[in-house]
């Protein structure tokens, strides 16, 4: 059973910049596509975007498509989401999870990590 582990939140001011990274101490994180995910105050989790196990593939949610970029680097078991150009509305817990596949954001999670907090806000 993978134990996700995401790092990287933290308060930012509109307009800057995070990465949030995501891994998994058991070293299996390479077979599968990893999603991030994003849960704001009073609101759904929606899928965010997501990599297929060998980063051929990637996928965007529209509200951050041109701001958010996903990759992963499979020697150091670690799945990136570096966030650009951020907004107020892009403040939520960020969750990493492992997904049978990208076909889609929002369906064919396995497992989920337990969330890093990031909050834009001046």
């Known amino acids: 059973q993978l134990q996700l582990v995401e790092s990287g939140g933290g308060l930012v001011q509109p307009g800057g910049s995070l990465r949030l990274s995501c891994t998994d101490s058991?070293?299996?994180?390479?077979?599968?596509?990893i999603g991030w995910f994003r849960q704001a105050p009073g609101k759904e989790r929606e899928g965010v975007s997501c990599?297929?196990?060998?980063?051929?593939?990637?996928n965007y949610a529209d509200s951050v498509k041109g701001r958010f970029i996903i990759s992963r680097d499979n020697a150091k078991n670690t799945v990136y989401l570096q966030m650009n150009s951020l907004k107020p509305d892009d403040t939520a817990v960020y969750y990493c999870?492992?997904?049978?596949?990208?076909?889609?954001?929002?369906?064919?999670?396995?497992?989920w990590g337990k969330g890093t907090l990031v909050t834009v806000s001046s």
């Open positions: 058991g070293f299996t994180l390479n077979y599968y596509a």
């Open positions: 999870a492992a997904k049978s596949s990208c076909t889609t954001l929002a369906t064919g999670v396995i497992y």
């Open positions: 990599i297929s196990p060998w980063g051929s593939s990637t």
